[in-house]
Nanobody, 124 residues
Framework: QLQLVESGGGWVQTGGSLRLSCAAS????????VGWFRQAPEKEREFVAG????????VSADSVKGRFTISRDNSKNTVYLQLNSLKPEDTAVYYC?????????????????WGQGTQVTVSS
């Protein structure tokens, strides 16, 4: 059974940076496509960025393009999300999710495994 644990969230000022980690156990994460999602208070959970299996291509939501970068280190069984130029509207709980398929899909219903989330708070 694949298990995912997010870490790296915290409180930063506008313009700051964070690196989120999604560490996997139980399975080899390189065989999964992985997506990052976020959910702000009283809003729907939305897609942020995704990466295909192995050393795959990436895709990002329009709202974060040029600021967020997703990557993976297969030797550590971990996927990362680098958050730069953070804005208050980026404040949310960030979740990583995985699907046993080569490519990323946008809908969150297409993902089978989810972490518990990590809080990112950006002060104005």
């Amino acid at each position: 059974q694949l298990q995912l644990v997010e870490s790296g969230g915290g409180w930063v000022q506008t313009g700051g940076s964070l690196r989120l980690s999604c560490a996997a156990s139980g399975r080899t994460l390189s065989t999964y496509a992985v997506g990052w999602f976020r959910q702000a208070p009283e809003k729907e959970r939305e897609f942020v960025a995704g990466i295909n299996c192995y050393v795959g291509s990436t895709v990002s939501a329009d709202s974060v393009k040029g600021r967020f970068t997703i990557s993976r280190d297969n030797s550590k069984n971990t996927v990362y999300l680098q958050l730069n130029s953070l804005k208050p509207e980026d404040t949310a709980v960030y979740y990583c999710a995985a699907r046993y398929w080569p490519t990323v899909e946008i809908p969150r219903t297409n993902y089978d495994y989810w972490g518990q989330g990590t809080q990112v708070t950006v002060s104005s």
